[in-house]
């Protein structure tokens, strides 16, 4: 049977904010194997734009009025601050309905593994929106990596860089450290994450934050972290909201060769603006922003990959069909939460 043929995955989506509706929502709408069922937001301007955008789909104020619906549904996405992810993951997994949560996963380890243990208990699937795997320029290096063309790496910096001074308007701008607040959880599970995917486990750890406003009092607008895999590599990742001068977006060197990108992904810009992901020009770099490789005085401008956050929703619904692997095993999202609680409780 064909993916538009078989009943789709009733879908849904929780939070109607820059997750739900320039992240969860359009991939969950473009994707046949999926239909948008429920979207929740208490914002009557949110649920209007939702209405407007999704009219097939119920929308409603609360969590709780969603979970009145279980019968209608088989997926539940998390798109809200990441202090409810833990009961509302957990309300989820307790109704049979499998659960995608947005990063950062929760607020501690200790949290992640509990509710991996409760989805498996249930027997249903958890996993978590890593969406960054599947940037451009990520996917451009890690085939670079494995193909051997820088040789053997010996360091991997990585940034990710906005010039925000008046914060996000969002609850960035309010989550304490302990609500999983702070650039390191928002941008480093991203940073860390993809470091992993490249180069491994983590040997050792180190990292330095700050807060220049207008994040509360522990929660950093600011934070370096340095990783040394088991692989030999070693990794540096920044992270800054309020850069008036951003860096290379990677810079890595090897043995053979060096390669280098500025900017970031075209992805969110092109889903906020309204670009559908079917379209033959979503996840294309221009080729003026392709990353370099090779050494000083002799580079070539690399082809970027085709950016695929779809592919997260494709491979997702090919786990919950009980064909295929998660796009993200919780557990690697765990490794990922340790290093950061491993950097505050140090930094």
Do not use: C
Request: a negative charge; charged letters at 20%.
């Amino acid at each position: 049977m064909n993916r538009t043929t078989r009943r789709p995955i009733r879908t849904g989506v929780v939070g109607f904010g820059i997750s739900g509706s320039v992240f969860h929502a359009p991939l969950v709408e473009a994707d046949p194997d999926y239909s948008l069922d429920v979207i929740v937001t208490s914002d009557p301007e949110r649920a209007a734009e939702a209405a407007r955008r999704y009219p097939k789909a119920r929308v409603v104020p609360t969590a709780e009025a969603l979970f009145t619906l279980v019968g209608d549904l088989d997926l539940v996405i998390l798109g809200t601050p990441p202090l409810t992810h833990f009961d509302l993951a957990a309300t989820a997994i307790s109704h049979g309905l499998h659960v995608v949560v947005d990063k950062p996963f929760v607020t501690t380890s200790a949290d992640g593994e509990e509710l991996v243990t409760r989805a498996a208990d249930a027997g249903v699937h958890l996993s978590v929106f890593q969406n960054r795997r599947w940037d451009a320029d990520f996917l451009t290096l890690h085939r670079l990596v494995r193909e051997g063309a820088l040789g053997e790496i010996r360091t991997f910096e990585s940034r990710f860089e906005w010039w925000r001074p008046e914060g996000f308007g969002n609850w960035r701008d309010t989550a304490t450290l302990a609500e999983g607040g702070g650039i390191l959880h928002d941008l480093g599970a991203h940073l860390i994450d993809q470091a992993i995917r490249l180069f491994g486990a983590v040997e050792e750890s180190y990292g330095e934050t700050a807060n220049h406003g207008p994040a509360p009092d522990g929660a950093e607008t600011e934070a370096f972290v340095s990783l040394l895999h088991e692989s030999g590599v070693r990794s540096r990742l920044w992270m800054n909201s309020m850069a008036a001068q951003v860096g290379p977006r990677f810079h890595v060197l090897g043995s053979k060769a060096g390669y280098t990108k500025w900017g970031l992904d075209s992805q969110e810009p092109a889903l906020a603006a309204g670009l559908p992901p079917s379209d033959p020009a979503y996840g294309v770099d221009p080729q003026d922003s392709w990353g370099v490789l090779g050494i000083d005085g002799a580079t070539e401008p690399v082809p970027a990959e085709k950016g695929a956050y779809p592919r997260f929703y494709t491979d997702l619904a090919t786990a919950l069909r009980g064909t295929g692997p998660l796009p993200v095993a919780p557990a690697e999202s765990l490794e990922v939460l340790k290093v950061i609680e491993k950097i505050h409780a140090f930094a």
